[in-house]
Nanobody
């Protein structure tokens, strides 16, 4: 069956970095756009970033441009999100998702001193 499993979240101080991973299985990962979406405490879902199926185009919400980098390794069926210069407002559960509606269970990122 389809699975998306995120990892790499945790507690980090402001200005720090984290790298999220999303391991995909059960579908043709390399055929699909993939996304990172987050949900801050008490708020709705917020789209963060997209990457084209072959990785040659990426898109970001304005608040993370220049700080976050999305990438993928189609040989490993894995999506990544490198997050630098983290801010308290980046605190959220981060989900990976495919463009056809597959979602992971999420990984918690907490940015706090």
């Amino acid at each position: 069956q389809v699975q998306l499993v995120e990892s790499g979240g945790g507690l980090v101080q402001p200005g720090g970095s984290l790298r999220l991973s999303c391991a995909a299985s059960g579908f043709s990962f390399s055929n699909y756009f993939m996304s990172w979406v987050r949900q801050a405490p008490g708020k709705g879902l917020e789209w963060v970033s997209d990457i084209k199926n072959n990785g040659d185009e990426t898109y970001y919400t304005d608040s993370v441009k220049g700080r976050f980098t999305i990438s993928r390794d189609n040989a490993k069926n894995t999506l990544y999100l490198q997050m630098n210069s983290l801010r308290p407002e980046d605190t959220a559960v981060y989900y990976c998702a495919s463009c056809v509606g597959h979602w992971g269970q999420g990984t918690q990122v907490t940015v706090s001193s």
